[in-house]
C-alpha cells in the first residue's frame, strides 16, 4: 500500500522559509514521478514543482525560489521554500505517480505566509 506523509508546514512571515517534506512507501525510486500541488482556497489545485529521473520544473510562480530535491535513502522528496509571500498560501499536497500511471496523495500539509 503506498502512503505518503507530508510534514513541515506552518505559519511563516512574508520574506520567511519553509521546507517540506514528504516521506513514503514503498521506496520513491518505485515511482514514475513525484511532486508538490498546492490548493488555495476557491482556487484550483496547481502543481508547483515536479521531480524526475530526468530532471525536474517548477510553476512560473515559483521559479527562483522553491526548490524540489529527493533524497532515495530517505525515501523522502523535499520541496525548500524561501522568499515566500501571502500568495503561497495553500495547503499543498504530495504526489506520487505510479509505474502504471496511478495517482498517489498525501493528507496534504497547511502553509500561511502572514506577517
Known amino acids: 500500500q503506498v502512503q505518503l506523509v507530508e510534514s513541515g508546514g506552518g505559519l511563516v512571515q512574508p520574506g520567511g522559509s519553509l521546507r517540506l517534506s514528504c516521506t513514503a512507501s514503498?521506496?520513491?525510486?518505485?515511482?514514475?514521478?513525484m511532486g508538490w500541488y498546492r490548493q488555495a482556497p476557491g482556487k484550483q489545485r496547481e502543481l508547483v514543482a515536479g521531480i524526475t529521473s530526468g530532471g525536474s520544473t517548477y510553476a512560473d510562480s515559483v521559479k527562483g525560489r522553491f526548490t524540489i530535491s529527493r533524497d532515495n535513502a530517505k525515501n523522502t522528496v523535499y520541496l525548500q521554500m524561501n522568499s515566500l509571500t501571502p500568495e503561497d498560501t495553500a495547503v499543498y499536497y504530495c504526489h506520487a505517480q505510479g509505474g502504471r500511471g496511478q495517482d498517489y496523495w498525501g493528507q496534504g500539509t497547511q502553509v500561511t505566509v502572514s506577517s
Open positions: 514503498p521506496r520513491i525510486f518505485s515511482f514514475n514521478a
